[in-house]
């Protein structure tokens, strides 16, 4: 599931590379997929229209077009964008494809055709877009804005951070790195984190998600549409040392996720292992 380090990649990847140019053909428009906001018939809206910018909300990708219209693109869980030649060979999942006047063609992929592409002119019309929290990388974002946010969230503290409502942009993969930096225990309940608990969960977001970014744009290149994780300390590393202290990762599998974490960094009351 493409989270907020891929997601903002992705957009500096289309500002350096696709803004400035028009899409002059549309093809393979998915029904499921594809929510056409603006009424009538989805390749011809989008044909002729230049892609004006590209930016980031939360886990949305939002690539600004002329004529005041956007496309609002969710990703869920496998959604993929991908920037490639005309000539390179069509995957089996795509419900959408750009060429671009440069020659390239940008794609839309879902093996499980749970995300979705809105095109509208107000992205206040997109499901679950304006219920979104603050981006958790909003410098308005504040360790006193965080607290209060908190305080309203009494449940486990990696459901809150993959909570949209909460904050904007967290998935299941940085919300175990960023508990593994801070050395919080995922299944504390918010009334037994302690006040230097919160700070570091405050400090980990941004160091977290920042250095993530970094290393994705020395790796990702072109390839906006693969999903890089193997430079993750815990998330997806079951039973493999954590890195600080030796202790075999411990891998949880509760409330629909996969959970990773270090047990004697991480402590906490034990759940059974998968």
Known sequence: MPELPDIEVISEFLAAHVV???????????????RN????????????RRIAS???????????????????????????????????????????????????????TDQTQMGKIYLTEDVGKVPTFSEQG???????????VFRDRLRRHPGEIKGS????????????????????RARVYPFKRRSELEADDIERIYAAIGTVLTEAMATLRQRSGSDIHLELRDF???????????PRCGTSIS????NQRITNFCR???????????
């Open 20 to 34: 400035g140019q028009t899409i002059i053909a549309v093809d393979h428009v998915g029904a499921i997929v594809v």
């Open 54 to 108: 590209s930016r980031r909300r939360g886990k949305f990708l939002i690539p600004d077009l002329d004529q005041v219209a956007l496309l609002a693109i969710n990703f869920m869980l496998s959604g993929r964008l991908m920037y490639c030649s005309a000539s390179t060979k069509l995957r089996v999942h795509t419900y959408l494809v750009l060429s671009l006047s440069g020659g390239e063609q940008l794609r839309y």
């Open 134 to 144: 603050p981006d958790a990388l909003d410098p308005a974002l504040t360790l006193a």
């Open 251 to 254: 891998q949880v599998a509760a």
């Open 264 to 274: 004697s960094c991480q402590p906490g009351t034990l759940i059974r292992q998968t």
């Open 232 to 242: 993750l300390l815990v998330h997806g590393k079951a039973s493999q040392p954590c």
């Open 161 to 180: 951070l993959t909570n949209q409502a909460f904050l904007a942009g967290i998935g299941n993969a940085y919300a175990d790195e960023i508990l593994y």
């Open 37 to 48: 906001l603006l009424g009538g018939d989805t390749a011809s809206v989008l044909s002729g």
